[in-house]
Every structure is written in C-alpha cells, then in structure tokens.
C-alpha cells in the first residue's frame, strides 16, 4: 500500500475525526475569535509535524517500543490535557456577542494571548502519546523498498502537514465565526464547562491506560 492519495485519504479522516487537538482549536477560536483564530492551528499543525518527523527519523519507534519512556509520555500528556481542562473550566465568562462587535474587553477578563494558544496546542500536540504509536505504524506502510527515503518521507511530511494546517484552519475560522450568534456569558460559561469537562475527560483516558500498562 503505497498509493498517496491512500495515504492522503487516511491523513484526512484522522485529522477531520474530533480529538484534543480539534476541541483546543474550536474552543481557542470561540473564546478568542477571529485575531488569535490562526494561533491554536499553528501550534497544533507544528507538534504534529515534529513528531512526525521523529517518527521518521526512527526516534518514534524507540519511543513506542520503550514501555518507560511511553508511560512517561503518557503522565507529561495527561497532566497537559487535565491542565487545559483546569483552564478551560475556570475560564471567564464572556458575552461572545460584544466582543465580536466591540473589539473591547470588558470586565469578563483577557482574551486569551496568542502566544499562549500556540505553545498550549503545540504541547498538547507534542505530548500525544497515540499520535506517535499511529504515525510509527502508519508511515512505513507508504515507503517502498526501492523508493529514496528522504524524499517519500518528505511528501508524506508535506501532505501530512498541509492536509492538518487546512483543517484546522477551517475548524478555527468557522467556530470563530459562529462565535457571533452566540449572547451573553451563559454560552461562554457552557462551552467553557463542556470543553473543560473533554480534556479531563481525555486527561484521565490517558492516565488510566498508563496505569493499566504498568499492572497488566
């Protein structure tokens, strides 16, 4: 199984498929709109690609095949992921409404600050234990014995890359946009609490299975 547009296909569904990543870019974008929208993919889009080029390079199978290193991995993810459920859960209300007509913060609190999105999905994405053991098993399937490696891996890099960085961009715009139909801090308040409650959710998923690891 070598066909690109194979490999594109599955790229396309895991990255369409909502997870951690997609929920921190549509709630990044709701609770920031449309000036911080592009943040949240970037640092999404670039932890994916880092660690798709260590599991190219082969540091990906290391990790995956070392129940020490995985484990931890699987603690600094979870401890990420439950942090940004803290966060979101505690995050002020805000009327989604007037801020997008007004551009002023108003006593609800900041916006949250570009940088921040960026390095808080580019670690969520960076501590995702399964986005490791899914490209190790993945990326090899597409690699022939007689095609030049650096420049396969490349294009698979490429498509990989470019396939999130579209998605994610249009999650992000389009939650940024519908932001305005939204009133009043009571939508704020209840996408605050659903996100949050998801990434303790996906916090304690991770932790369980490490726990569960180490006493199987």
Not at 166 to 172: K, L, Q, R, W
Request: charged share 10%.
């Amino acid at each position: 199984m070598h066909d690109l547009s194979v490999f594109f296909a599955i790229t396309f569904v895991t990255v369409l498929t909502p997870g951690a990543g997609v929920l921190f870019t549509i709630s990044s974008a709701l609770r920031g709109g449309m000036r911080s929208a592009w943040q949240a993919p970037l640092g999404n889009v670039l932890g994916s690609f880092v660690i798709a080029l260590l599991c190219a390079v082969g540091l990906g199978a290391v990790l995956t095949t070392s129940p020490v290193l995985f484990t931890a991995l699987q603690v600094v993810s979870a401890i990420v992921l439950l942090y940004l459920g803290w966060r979101a859960w505690h995050s002020p209300a805000k009327s989604f409404r007037s801020l997008e007509e007004g551009g002023i913060e108003s006593e609800s609190g900041p916006k949250p600050r570009g940088c921040s999105l960026f390095l808080s999905a580019f670690l969520l994405q960076l501590t995702n234990p399964m986005l490791f053991v899914y490209l190790v098993s993945l990326l090899p399937q597409f690699v022939a014995p007689e095609d030049p490696y650096v420049e396969r891996m490349a294009v698979l890099l490429a498509i990989f890359a470019g396939t999130g960085i579209v998605i994610h961009f249009c999650y992000s715009y389009s939650a940024a946009w519908a932001r305005r139909f939204l009133s009043g801090p009571k939508a704020s308040t209840i996408m605050n609490r659903v996100s949050g409650a998801l990434f303790i959710f996906f916090g304690v998923s991770v932790l369980v299975k490490a726990v569960a690891a180490q006493m199987g």
